[in-house]
Nanobody
Framework: QGQLVESGGGLVLPGGSLRLSCAAS????????IHWYRQAPGKERELVAT????????NYHRSVKGRFTISRDDAKKMVYLQMNSLKLEDTAVYYCKGRYRNRDIWGQGTLVTVSS
């Protein structure tokens, strides 16, 4: 049984930074592309960033490109989302997602609130 657990969310001022972490267990994490999604109040869930296996490719939603960085550490079974220059509209619950044996594995989410 695979599991992903997010951490690192919190309250931050506009222009500030946070680093989100996602810890994997119970599946072959290194064989799975990992995604960060977010869902803001009243909005659809949105794909924010993707890192492929071996970290060979990084992809970002246009709204976060240049501000966010996704990375992975397969030895530690961890994936990260470094968020800089945060804006009010980045406020959302952030989720990581992997895939194992043709099933999606979702974390529980961590809340990021950008507010002055």
């Amino acid at each position: 049984q695979g599991q992903l657990v997010e951490s690192g969310g919190g309250l931050v001022l506009p222009g500030g930074s946070l680093r989100l972490s996602c810890a994997a267990s119970g599946f072959t994490f290194e064989n799975s592309p990992i995604h960060w999604y977010r869902q803001a109040p009243g909005k659809e869930r949105e794909l924010v960033a993707t890192v492929t296996t071996l970290g060979a490719a990084l992809n970002y939603h246009r709204s976060v490109k240049g501000r966010f960085t996704i990375s992975r550490d397969d030895a530690k079974k961890m994936v990260y989302l470094q968020m800089n220059s945060l804006k009010l509209e980045d406020t959302a619950v952030y989720y990581c997602k992997g895939r194992y044996r043709n099933r999606d594995i979702w974390g529980q989410g961590t809340l990021v609130t950008v507010s002055s």
